[in-house]
């Protein structure tokens, strides 16, 4: 098997065994041939766990499988975060983001990774944390005078948040305030139109370039 296919195809395994060391060399080895680390999550390791999910679907894997996949990956990101923050534009502050995870979910690799994103191309991120209540995203937005709310869901049960949110937005007379912007496995572009965001980002980099479209 070429290097390449090889090194991809162990850090999955290792992502999915949870051998962390195993993974983290992985990684290492895949960005010493060149690969950059945004890609590695964005085109290895979000696949890897989206196929762990149909697993977990169809009931070949189970809860502590997931928990293991995903600590693991936390391990990765320590290895691909410093590359990805040495390639870091930070000259000036491109403007606030106020970020976390709906209420009632606990995923957070996804929201992490936009969080860092972000950040690494110049905006001030505010992370709320998971399961954090409509109002705890209005309360920090407020404080720190946020030009967007980024939301995340994993989880359907948790999507309707989102349309709270904008709701609540409304009621408190702060629509104007700030843009709204969610993402997240079950959420679509439909569905953010539908429940007045302003916009969906499929994955981290269309996060980043939403906000730069927002506050320019
Ligand atoms: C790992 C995992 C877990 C871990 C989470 C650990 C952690 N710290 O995050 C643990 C084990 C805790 C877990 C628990 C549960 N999980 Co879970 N989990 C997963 C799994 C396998 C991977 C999730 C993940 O990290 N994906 C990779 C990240 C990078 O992708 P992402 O979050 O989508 O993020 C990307 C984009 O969406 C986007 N994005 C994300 N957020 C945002 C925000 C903004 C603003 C923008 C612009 C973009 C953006 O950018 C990111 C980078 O590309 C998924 C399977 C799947 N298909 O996703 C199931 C999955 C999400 N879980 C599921 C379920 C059912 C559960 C449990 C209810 C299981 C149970 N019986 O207890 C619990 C719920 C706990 C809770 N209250 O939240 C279901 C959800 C089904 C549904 N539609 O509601 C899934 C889809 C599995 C499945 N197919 O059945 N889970």
Not at 14 to 30: F, T, V, Y
Not at 59 to 78: C, F, G, H, N, S
Request: aromatic share 6%; with cysteine.
């Amino acid at each position: 098997m070429e290097k390449n296919e090889l090194l991809k195809k162990n850090l999955s395994e290792a992502i999915l065994e949870g051998e962390e060391s195993a993974a983290g060399e992985a990684a290492k080895a895949l960005m010493a041939e060149g690969w950059k680390a945004v890609d590695i999550f964005e085109k290895l390791i979000v696949p890897t766990l989206t196929e762990l999910g149909h697993r977990f679907e169809r009931l070949e894997a189970y809860l502590p499988d997931l928990m293991i996949a995903a600590d693991t990956v936390k391990v990765v990101r320590k290895v691909l975060d410093d590359q990805i923050t040495d390639d870091s534009d930070r000259t000036k502050s491109r403007g606030a983001v106020v970020i976390g995870t709906c209420q009632g979910d606990v995923h957070d690799i996804g929201k992490d990774m936009v969080a860092l994103m972000l950040e690494v191309n110049g905006f001030d991120v505010y992370d709320v944390g998971v399961d954090a209540s409509v109002q705890a995203f209005i309360n920090k937005a407020e404080d720190v005078n946020a030009d967007i709310i980024g939301m995340s869901s994993l989880l359907t049960s948790s999507m309707p948040y989102m349309e709270d949110l904008v709701g609540q937005l409304k009621v408190q007379g702060k629509r104007d305030q700030f843009a709204v912007i969610v993402g997240g496995g079950p959420v679509t572009p439909e569905y953010a139109e539908k429940i007045g965001a302003d916009a969906y980002g499929r994955d981290s980099t269309a996060a980043v370039n939403i906000c730069n479209e927002i506050v320019s």
